[in-house]
Nanobody, 119 residues
């Protein structure tokens, strides 16, 4: 059974920092591209940051220079370091895993963790 378990969310003042973690099980973690998405109330889910199995990264323009995604394959965990947080960063943050093979594409989601940035 595949599980992606996020942690590290919470309430923080604007300008503060949080570090999200996503621990994966049931998958060969190193083969998966990993991502963090967020969904604010009344808005669609959007990509925040992603890191491929080869550790190539990309970020939403709104978080570039403030957020850093990283992965520890030995711990099957992906992280999102969030600095200089803004109220508009508030939302539910979801971990995502994707593995594409010649036989198909498999995608998994975690349950999410709430991040609230107070002004």
């Amino acid at each position: 059974q595949v599980q992606l378990v996020e942690s590290g969310g919470g309430l923080v003042q604007a300008g503060g920092s949080l570090r999200l973690s996503c621990a994966a099980s049931g998958i060969i973690f190193s083969y998966n591209d990993m991502g963090w998405y967020r969904q604010a109330p009344g808005k669609q889910r959007e990509l925040v940051a992603a890191i491929t199995s080869r550790r190539s990264t990309n970020y939403a323009d709104s978080v570039k220079g403030r957020f850093t995604i990283s992965r520890d394959n030995a711990k099957s965990t992906v992280y999102l370091q969030m600095n200089s947080l803004k109220p508009e960063d508030t939302g539910f943050y979801y971990c995502n895993a994707i593995r594409t093979t010649p036989y198909g594409r498999r995608e998994y989601w975690g349950q999410g963790t709430q991040v609230t940035v107070a002004s």
